[in-house]
C-alpha cells in the first residue's frame, strides 16, 4: 500500500470517526435531555431519585461531549490549519465545548454542592430551593442552546466531513 493511500484511508477513517462521533453526542443530548430526564421524573414518585439518576445521565453525556468535541477540534485544525479559525463549524463546535464546561464544571457543580448541603433533604423543599431553580434554569437555557447548535452540527458536518 502506498504512502498516498495510506493516508487518503486514514483521512476517510479520521472523517467517519468525525461524524459518528457527532451524532454519538448530539443524539446522546437530546436523548438524555428530551426523553430520558421527562420520563423519569414523570414515572418515578420520588423526585431526588429521578433527579439523581437524570444527573448521572447528563454527567455521562457531558463527558462524551467533551471527548467529542476535542477530537472535533483536533480533526478539523489538523485538516485545515490556521484557517480553521474561520469556520463556523469549528466555532459552532468550540461554543458547544464552553456549554458543556459552563454546565457541568459550573452550574453543575454548584446545584452538586447545594444538593450537599441539605443532606438528605430534597433541595427543593430547602432554603437554598430558589438558587437551585435559578441555577437550573441557566442549566436549561445553556442545554438547549446546546442542543440547537448540535443540530446544525449533525446537518453540517456531513458537508465538512466527507467520505
Known amino acids: 500500500m502506498s504512502d498516498e493511500i495510506a493516508v487518503s484511508l486514514l483521512a ?28 423519569l421524573f414523570d414515572m418515578l414518585d420520588d423526585r431526588m ?14 463527558w462524551i461531549g467533551m471527548g467529542a468535541a ?4 483536533v480533526f478539523m485544525s489538523a ?4 484557517a480553521v479559525l474561520r469556520d463556523r463549524l469549528f466555532r459552532v463546535t468550540a ?17 452538586a454542592a447545594l444538593k450537599a448541603g441539605v443532606g438528605a ?8 430551593r430558589e438558587r437551585f431553580a435559578v441555577l437550573h434554569g441557566m442549566s436549561s437555557a445553556i442545554y438547549l442552546a446546546q442542543s440547537v447548535l448540535g443540530a446544525w452540527l449533525v446537518v453540517k458536518t456531513r458537508r ?4
Open 79 to 82: 485538516r485545515r490549519g490556521r
Open 49 to 62: 431519585l429521578a433527579g439523581n439518576i437524570a444527573g448521572r445521565l447528563f454527567t455521562f453525556i457531558a
Open 95 to 111: 461554543v458547544m465545548l464552553a456549554c458543556v464546561a459552563v454546565g457541568y464544571f459550573g452550574i453543575q457543580a454548584e446545584m
Open 70 to 73: 476535542l477530537y472535533l477540534l
Open 121 to 128: 433533604m430534597d433541595v427543593m423543599e430547602s432554603a437554598v
Open 160 to 163: 465538512q466531513c466527507p467520505d
Open 12 to 39: 476517510r477513517v479520521a472523517g467517519a470517526f468525525a461524524r459518528l462521533l457527532v451524532v454519538l453526542w448530539v443524539g446522546g443530548m437530546w436523548t438524555v435531555g428530551y426523553i430520558a430526564a421527562p420520563v
